[in-house]
């Protein structure tokens, strides 16, 4: 059974910095499409963040280039996404996420929401000025 649980939300002042992880269970973590994705009140989840960890290759947003980090720790089977600079439009609950498609797809799928095959509870960020 796969399990994916986040930890690490909080609140911080605007310009701050979270670390969230997700631990990952069930599933081959070495060669995984993963990916954070983030939702606000009234809006549509978006993706982050995503990685292959088999080559480490990596994508971000438009929105979050430049202050979000998304990185892997192979041997506890981890998602991280380092939060820095954060601004007053970051706030929402984060997910992480897994994808199940093969490495050559993950680049074009991680962003998907409806690409996603299982999901965590989600850890909550808030960003007070």
């Known amino acids: 059974q796969v399990q994916l649980v986040e930890s690490g939300g909080g609140s911080v002042q605007t310009g701050g910095s979270l670390r969230l992880s997700c631990a990952v269970s069930?599933?081959?973590?070495?060669?995984?499409?993963l990916a954070w994705f983030r939702q606000a009140p009234g809006k549509e989840r978006e993706g982050v963040a995503g990685i292959y960890t088999r080559d480490g290759n990596t994508w971000y947003a438009d929105s979050v280039k430049g202050r979000f980090t998304i990185s892997q720790d192979n041997a506890k089977n981890t998602l991280s996404l380092q939060l820095n600079s954060l601004k007053p439009e970051d706030p929402a609950m984060y997910y992480c996420?897994?994808?199940?498609?093969?490495?050559?797809?993950?680049?074009?799928?991680?962003?998907?929401?409806?690409?996603?095959?299982?999901w965590g509870q989600g850890t909550q960020v808030t960003v007070s000025s």
């Open positions: 996420a897994v994808i199940q498609r093969p490495a050559a797809a993950c680049g074009g799928s991680w962003y998907r929401a409806d690409k996603s095959d299982y």
């Open positions: 069930g599933y081959t973590y070495s060669t995984a499409c």
